[in-house]
């Protein structure tokens, strides 16, 4: 097993996380932190999951991004029939992932099966998926299914790795190693029991019951507050003599934030209350304000470095485009006011 530090020096610079990291995670099975454990997962509470992706995302962004949005997409384990989801899970190196976007078609067979046909994009840990999770259109003779309401239908697949075709085509500035590529499907027959609805759940747990903004909004804030943490450290190293004290405690206390939240949640949960439009848009909004504060107070300090911290081989330079990479994720966008 590697030290942290090991994996931090092996991520450093890294176009994708290499093979005995990998093996590593899968030992660990920390990418299905959120798998029930009847499913062989680690069947984490809220808190625990989020905090042991604040300790990945602080070694190392590109991981960090990784772990999250493919133990986000295991989730999705609770939404597939319960022999389904056994007959995945019960190997260690099952890992989702996918796209959110609806990308394709879904043509509905004379037998109930269907074709998949269609292009997704930012496929988080492309190289590295047992399966890849889309959504698409469902149609009967070329044309949409409709419901009730006359609009189209969209189910969500799981199709094996195999039948995909990985596009290689991340370009952006930082997170270089989360492997997000676009993905390909062309023609693959895929059963019923492989669909699924992601607010239809076969497992009873407080966690099928977290609104799905608030998990949004949990995971992604402890990724950005973990590279935070991690920038702060490489800064200090290049301005021994700069007083960060102030940031560090930023990121102490909002994690601490976090945690409380957390709880309440599935202390709420536990109890079957409902949790209300206003406590989401209180953790929306907490979130959204401090990844802009953090924002703003990078830079402030990215400036200050020096030369050295603009050399593309050194750690802070990383640290800094993973965290100005991963916070164009439109999930805490803000529109701005520029007069």
Known sequence: MFTLKEIREKMHGASEVPQSIIDQIHHERLLQIWVPKRYGGLGFRLNQGLQLLFDWSKIDGS????????????????????????????????????????????????????LINGLWHFATGAPHLSHFTLNAILTENGDPLLDESGLEIIRSFVISKDHAEIIPNWKSMGMKATGTYSFKVDNVKVTEEYSFIYDEFFTDDVLDKIPFRIFADFTLLVNYLGMASHFSEEAIKIRPHRDLNFFDKKIEDAM??????ANEIEGLLNVSETITQEKQSEIHDYSSDLVESLSQQILLIYIQLGIKASHTDSAVYQVFCDYFTATQHSNFRKELNFK
């Open 63 to 114: 991981l960090g991004w990784m772990l999250t949005l493919c133990s986000g997409a295991n989730f999705f384990s609770r939404n597939l029939k319960s022999n389904i989801a056994k007959e995945l899970f019960s190997n260690s190196k099952t890992c989702f992932g996918g796209s959110g976007m609806i990308g394709g078609t879904a043509e509905k067979q004379n037998d109930g099966t269907f």
């Open 256 to 261: 601490v934030k976090v945690i409380e939240f």
